[in-house]
């Protein structure tokens, strides 16, 4: 049940564009993105709630399409502070209703 | 600062050994969830408590156990420890039952067993 995400790693130069896919194989209610940098705890990005629901942080947005039970966060002209490993976490129907599972992450790494 | 604290942030310990992490969440989260972080396996779900409760299971070992009190903290009880053990764990908060807020982490606990 554990989300999966593509890619696993990835570099950029400064100013380029990154997409960052995360899929699931069941129903999903919400799809949450967070960052963590080495070291550090992760952060809350951001929350998808609704079916092709889009949101944005800064230069940070993404999407959720609840039918194929997928969401992508994009990066644009990304900055050195943008590096980092990035996992999607999702939260499914039923159950608890409360716990999120997390995806193994995909690593970016921005250079000048 | 996040607002979520755990303690303490670094622990060694020596295999067969019984260890206790703590958490207070931010003020005003009543959901407590506990994860485990090594490096090839991400995240690893715990479990969660809402408000006192029990409320989700993930992988969590038989060894280990949890608890919330009443005044929202939790701890995380790891027993006869393993070399295997030996990870990151996080502590994270949220206002209700979480699938439609976001939650704030604290900084975690880095647990070694020698």
């Known amino acids: 049940q554990q989300p999966v995400q593509s890619p696993q790693a990835v570099i950029l130069r400064e100013g380029e564009d990154a997409v960052i896919n995360c899929s699931s194989s069941?129903?999903?209610?919400?799809v949450h993105w967070y960052r963590q940098k080495h070291g550090e705890a992760p952060v809350f990005l951001m929350i998808l709630l609704k079916g092709g629901e889009q949101k944005g942080h800064e230069k940070i947005s993404a999407s959720f399409n609840e039918k194929k039970q997928q969401s992508s966060l994009y990066l644009t002209a990304s900055q050195l502070s943008y590096s980092g490993t990035y996992f999607c976490?999702?939260?499914?129907?039923?159950?608890?209703?409360?716990?999120?599972?997390f995806g193994k992450g995909t690593k970016l790494s921005v250079k000048p | 600062d996040s607002g979520v604290t755990q303690t303490p942030k670094h622990l060694i310990t020596a295999t067969g050994q019984r260890v206790t992490l703590r958490c207070s969440p931010r003020?005003?989260?009543?959901?407590v969830y506990w994860y485990q972080q090594s490096l090839d396996q991400g995240l690893q779900f715990l479990i969660q408590?809402?408000?006192?409760?029990?409320?989700a299971k993930g992988n969590i070992l038989e060894r280990f156990s949890a608890q919330q009190f009443p005044d929202l903290h939790s701890e995380l009880n790891l027993s006869s420890l393993e070399l295997g053990d030996s990870a990151l764990y996080f502590c994270?908060?949220?206002?209700?039952?979480?699938?439609?807020?976001?939650?704030?982490f604290g900084s975690g606990t880095r647990l070694t067993v020698v």
């Open positions: 994270a908060s949220s206002p209700s039952q979480g699938r439609s807020n976001g939650y704030t």
């Open positions: 069941k129903a999903l209610y919400s």
């Open positions: 408590y809402y408000n006192g409760e029990e409320r």
């Open positions: 976490g999702t939260a499914g129907y039923g159950g608890s209703q409360g716990n999120l599972i």
């Open positions: 003020s005003g989260d009543l959901s």
